[in-house]
């Protein structure tokens, strides 16, 4: 009787797993490293919940009217906020607490860090983009203006790259520039066929453009060169509404997307193509975060909730049941129990399969199949995901 380990590639986060609702949600940013995902509340609050219990660590009340919009500093030492009260707030998460606050005489829309810059940050309203110079030791808080923008449309994002000095805005009439803040300059800038409605970079470096119903992605390294290379157009022949948002899961694997009109899917750009519909959901999902060290997807809805997504093992193990022994398919009733985050999976005339943790899958049997979905290797079997 032998004992192989099988070790399956990422699995997707596309399993409902529970709704949160601790106050009516606005905005949602999780960190690079997914220790914590901060939400923004209508009432003024923010929030920092845990990846993996959804509990809330820490809440303030700093601001009085709904907030717009959250970013983290790259190193993730601090989150940046805005609010319909016309402020600015900065928090230092080693706290967490409250270290700036910045009074407007406008009401920002979103709040962007500068790369490589963790003392600048930059928001913006429908007419104007703004930068913000602060000093966590002297107090100072000088904001200024820039120039570049059009005067002929609103702006209607604005972000930044983690590895770079570009800024990205879209406006209302379809631009989407591409700002070198070192420069102080515009380097580039192409026009889309609609309103740029929200932008996103991958950790990878590619750049999401939602533009009505279709989704492009872009090579980023190549539009800062001022050349266009469209790496994938994302679309759903039945869906008469707009995207509403995109996250990328880690190496771009997958791309999840929320329309709506209540519509979730899974795109898959190794294949180039929709590999899963995630159903229409409940209530229309605004925004969504991927994050990467938990396989996590979490977002929020128009009611305010807030959603998380995981691969459970659960759902994950009569699809590599079926795989290992060769089923076609195997009923639900064969899963028998779940033991911490095992399951397992009892075949009869069979030995039981054991599902561990989300990543990897032990079988008791006193053959294996050799074919095209694994390769065996002196210390067990490699199966790779199959997407």
């Not at 529970?18 to 609050?45: L, M, N, P, R």
């Not at 700036?100 to 600048?120: C, M, T």
């Not at 879209?170 to 300059?185: M, P, R």
Request: hydrophobic fraction near 35%; include cysteine; charge should be negative.
């Amino acid at each position: 009787m032998r004992k192989s380990r099988f070790v399956r590639g990422e699995a997707s986060p596309d399993t409902l797993y529970k709704t949160i609702d601790i106050g009516k949600a606005t905005c949602i940013e999780g960190t690079i490293t997914g220790d914590y995902v901060a939400v923004g509340f209508d009432d003024g609050s923010v929030a920092c919940l845990d990846c993996d219990t959804s509990d809330v660590i820490w809440r303030d009340t700093a601001m009085a009217m709904k907030i717009s919009a959250l970013c983290f500093s790259a190193d993730n030492q601090y989150l940046a906020a805005v609010s319909q009260d016309m402020t600015a707030c900065l928090f230092d998460m080693k706290g967490p607490k409250l270290i700036k606050r910045i009074n407007l005489d406008v009401i920002p829309e979103a709040v962007s860090f500068a790369p490589n810059k963790p003392n600048k940050f930059y928001f913006y309203n429908r007419s104007s983009v703004f930068m913000a110079s602060f000093d966590v030791e002297d107090g100072s808080n000088p904001v200024s203006k820039y120039t570049f923008m059009p005067n002929d449309s609103s702006v209607y994002n604005c972000i930044s790259s983690a590895s770079s000095s570009i800024l990205l805005l879209s406006t209302e009439s379809g631009y989407v520039y591409l700002y070198d803040l070192d420069q102080n300059s515009s380097i580039f800038q192409f026009k889309m066929e609609r309103t740029v409605y929200s932008m996103k970079i991958s950790e990878s470096g590619n750049l999401a453009i939602l533009n009505g119903n279709l989704i492009d992605v872009y090579d980023f390294e190549q539009l800062k060169r001022n050349e266009i290379k469209v790496i994938a157009h994302i679309s759903c022949r039945e869906m008469q509404n707009r995207w509403n948002d995109i996250a990328f899961s880690k190496g771009d694997v997958y791309a999840f997307c929320t329309s709506a009109d209540s519509t979730m899917i899974r795109y898959a750009f190794s294949k180039g193509q929709l590999t899963r519909e995630l159903g229409t959901q409940e209530q229309v999902v605004l925004k969504l975060v991927y994050i990467q060290s938990r396989n996590t997807l979490m977002g929020f809805t128009g009611e305010g909730e807030i959603w998380v997504w995981k691969a459970l093992a659960r759902d994950n193990a009569l699809e590599w049941a079926t795989q290992i022994l060769g089923f076609e398919y195997i009923p639900e009733s064969f899963i028998c129990k779940e033991t911490n985050d095992d399951w397992e999976v009892k075949i009869p005339d069979r030995e039981t399969v054991h599902i561990h943790d989300e990543t990897t899958v032990d079988i008791s049997a006193p053959y294996v199949r050799e074919g095209d979905c694994y390769t065996e290797y002196n210390e067990g079997i490699i199966i790779p995901y199959p997407f």
